[in-house]
């Protein structure tokens, strides 16, 4: 087991949670697309509040992203279509690496590709790098190789990509992040648990879109996006107590939550950790909120420890809580 990152918030609860070999200091994470390292938002509070941040996705190649308009907020959440954009794992390398140690916690990676060897390389290429604990690999990008269907809508191109990304990196734990977009997420969980994958992240957004009557045209230039935001919350809660009733292997809940209540619907669903995404828009603060709401709702059952709340609502529940 690997040393504890940082101390836990609350001294007299211990809010740590496991995720694999990774141990983090409480159960709240950045989602990846909303927070890259966090220095933004370093401005308004402590990033350290979190128990992890996850970067936003890195390809092999620099990508320009969507044109705009590629963003609009619905009654429900944020409708988005960014194509992800960024700089590529080279940039990645030579100037974002060098600084995430400096983090006031653990830094997650993200991984999208397009390809199975897309993903292998570039997880591969992170492996390593000082201030990485884990690496979560977007399994919702367009796959080239199968006429660009999505891997995680597919078992065995789940599979595939974990399999070829665990053969090739060996010293953080891998997690992989799956698509709400399936009539059944149990089979997709167990393939990425049998390949390897040592988390899995539920959910990613949702297919959608908008239409501008007025100029008869979809709003996003993109015409569809992926939707976030407490629109789906209900959503990725129902993924999440299916999965863990499947896999054995963690899971890290998401999915529209704003406020601790949100997040314990999650954790006692079935996920050991949850992540805040879209809510850091509206309220940097949500973090403190979350932390503050399940420190309270563990003395109020008398339970020491977070992970007692993992599971506790589904009765097949398939995970380890201690």
């Known amino acids: 087991m690997e040393p504890m990152i940082g101390a836990a918030l ?16 409480n159960p709240i994470i950045a ?5 890259n390292r966090g220095a933004e938002f370093g401005r308004i509070m402590d990033v350290g509040a979190y128990g992890a941040v996850t970067l936003k996705s890195v390809t092999r190649e620099p990508r320009l992203g969507n044109e705009m308009p590629r963003l609009l907020s619905t009654p429900g959440g944020l409708l988005n279509a960014i194509g992800l954009q960024g700089p590529g794992i080279a940039y990645f390398l030579e100037h974002e690496a060098p600084k995430l140690q400096s983090v006031p916690t653990a830094v997650i990676a993200s991984v999208a590709g397009f390809s199975v060897g897309e993903f292998a390389e570039v997880a591969s290429r992170m492996d390593g790098i000082p201030g990485i604990v884990a690496i979560e690999l977007d399994v919702s990008c367009p796959n080239v190789d199968a006429e660009g269907a999505c ?45 390897g994958a040592d988390a899995l992240s539920l959910i990613n957004s949702l ?23 407490p629109a789906i919350r209900p959503i990725g809660v129902y993924h999440v107590w299916q999965a863990a009733t499947a896999v054995k292997i963690p899971i890290i809940g998401m999915g529209g939550i704003e406020n601790g209540r949100d997040a314990l619907e999650y954790l006692m669903a079935g996920a050991t950790a949850i ?14 909120h979350v932390g503050e709401s399940i420190a309270a709702e563990l003395r109020k059952r ?6 007692s709340l993992t599971g506790m609502a589904n009765p097949d529940f398939a995970g380890v809580r201690a």
């Open 10 to 25: 609350e001294s007299d609860l211990d809010l740590s949670v496991e995720l694999g070999a990774l141990r983090l200091r």
């Open 31 to 35: 989602a990846s697309g909303c927070y």
């Open 151 to 195: 891997f995680a809508e597919d078992p065995s191109s789940t599979a595939a990509v974990v399999e070829a990304v665990k053969a090739r990196v060996t010293k953080v734990p891998i997690i992989a992040k799956l698509t709400p977009n399936v009539s059944d997420i149990k089979p997709v969980a167990r393939a990425a648990e049998a390949a």
């Open 207 to 229: 297919r959608g879109m908008s239409v501008d009557v007025d100029r008869a045209r979809p709003w996003l230039a993109n015409s569809s996006g992926g939707l976030t935001g």
């Open 275 to 288: 992540s805040i995404g879209t809510a850091n828009f509206r309220d940097p603060l949500a973090p403190l």
């Open 302 to 307: 008398s339970f020491t420890r977070v992970r």
